[in-house]
């Protein structure tokens, strides 16, 4: 993984796919990252002002697939939004970003 992270944490390798959604001002991107046969993401959201990052580093975990990239993005983004009363932005911007994502919440 040395060659994948800098000296720092900060990740080096281009993003393999991003997802973008825009709706007025606010908009979120979400870019995934493949080390190895795992994933991880990184996220960079304005949304009514208020700016949210979350940038891969070599200490969190990994995934085994976009989905559930895909899913915790959408965690850290709904906590992000209910700590700033951000929640009809959510709705509106999250749905898109994290497509057919509903469809397996039953699993």
């Not at 870019?31 to 959201?45: E, G």
Request: aromatic letters at 14%; glycine letters at 2%; a neutral charge.
């Amino acid at each position: 993984m040395t060659d994948i992270f800098s000296s720092n944490g900060r990740i080096i390798i281009p993003p393999f796919r991003t997802d973008e959604n825009s709706f007025g001002n606010d908009t979120i991107k979400i870019s995934y990252y493949k080390i190895a046969c795992l994933y991880t993401y990184s996220i960079q959201a304005q949304i009514q002002k208020r700016i949210y990052c979350k940038w891969p580093h070599p200490q969190d975990g990994l995934f085994e697939s976009v989905w559930e990239c895909k899913k915790d993005a959408k965690n850290y983004l709904q906590a992000f939004c209910d700590q700033n009363k951000l929640k009809k932005a959510f709705t509106r911007l999250v749905p898109n970003i994290t497509d057919q994502l509903d469809l397996f919440e039953e699993l």
